[in-house]
């Protein structure tokens, strides 16, 4: 592909506003827990935003002195991250979370208790410089199948979805961080990861405009900042095109219909649902001519040559006609407009010496209980479902916590520990944990357990027959066997007692051990 030479040799760090706008609308990532030099430059160039992973971030004083090493090159630069909260968080990659997922909070279904939690992480994101947030989930979980939605959805019901979507947008922004909320129309009745091939919806318009699109409806009513589009085609929506690359879906339902006026953004353009059918670059340009403001990539591609290659496409498809220069101008405009409210809204949300001043209490306590500091134990704690088939004698001895283990989907990434094994083994001291998989998981577990009791941690066990099987050996075994089911919990519950977590975050792992141990 042409690199482009800069333009007038007036305009900023001489660059043409062409190259400027082409730059502004992306949103790539990097390694390192520093800022690159080709970052630093790009972002003297026009880049606008900068996109942090699990990768980036080892403490939170590394982090703000990060964020402040960007704000030094740009000073409105949009600094986002995919966190979630749960599974999927990248604050505390190698820790597991300090809140509960979607899930967990639409188990509850205590909306003061959801914008709570959500202030209390973006207070957490803001602290560390961090304005952007691609987050929450509206997806509503319709296919308990879903290999890359499950826990992170509040839930099947799109009412239930849609008030505790609002909810998290009010929170996270309250707290001056910008959410984004996704996966636009709706990622929720999928078989298919779109990070590994393209998905499809057959649901009719109908259904998809009373189940798909509630959430998100109640995200604009509530005044998300941004929405993120997703990489699956809805045939009742666009029989040729998935949501990202069309127009129909990103103009004329989300922009015209909905009557959406904030920041359109692309979901991660290498997953292979674009990357594997059109390719990044043509992606891109695809994406930006149907509405959507910003591309993000860099959670697998994350150099400078993504960056060029993306920009030179978007010059060149301006250039030759395939791309609007003024789709282009508005796009970069939207991008900047969202970096000027990011600003703003850090300054009235959260002062220097970490008083608050939104408008959720003074602290991000609330009617809920417990402060910004716990809520997130609070609220783990209150999402527990329990069912004992007979009378439960906590143990005095150490366990043995056999933990049934799958592959991790890419959102949630392998690299983020789970389970409960960590914090009984502070309860129970000697506790011992193992993993296990595959066809002889259970007899596995059950030799390596000896005579300890054996506490079995699942996930989805409804997507994972061999899961089931390992439990079948254990309960028919060693009937006094523990269960805790950390993922959707679909399967009946079974075991002298079962434990919901509704997800894996670190805090659900304490607050089932807490259970266990007869601690609470």
Known sequence: MTTFATGSPGSPSGQDSLTRDA???????????????????????????????????????????LTAQLRAEHEDVLVAIDEEGGDVTRLEVRTGSSFPGNHALGAVDDVDLTRQVAFALGRRLAECGVTFNWAPSADVNANPSNPVIGVRSFGADPELVARHTAAYVTGLQAAGVAACTKHFPGHGDTAVDSHLSLPRIDADRSLVDTRDLAPFRAAIAAGSRAMMSAHILVPALDPDLPATLSRGILTGLLRDDLGYDGLIVTDGMEMQAIAGTYGIEHGSVLALAAGADAICVGGGLADDDTVRRLRDALVTAVRTGELPEERLADAANRVRALARWTRSAAGGAEGVDGTTHGPLGETGSGGS????????????????????????DPPTQPVYVAAFTPVANIAVGDETPWGVGAELARLLPGTETGTFAGDSAGASALAVAGTRRIVAVVRDEHRHPWMTAALDVLLSTRPDTVVVEMGVPQSPPRAALHIATHGAARVCGRAAAEIIAGVR
């Open 23 to 65: 730059l502004t609308v992306l949103q790539p990532g990097f390694t390192g827990t520093t800022a690159p030099d080709w970052l630093l430059r790009r972002l003297g160039e026009g880049l606008a935003s900068v996109g942090l992973f699990g990768r980036n971030i080892a403490s939170p004083d590394q982090l703000a002195a």
């Open 369 to 392: 209980g417990g402060t910004g500091g716990d809520i997130g134990l609070v609220a783990a704690r209150r999402a527990l479902t329990t069912t004992f088939s007979e009378p439960y």
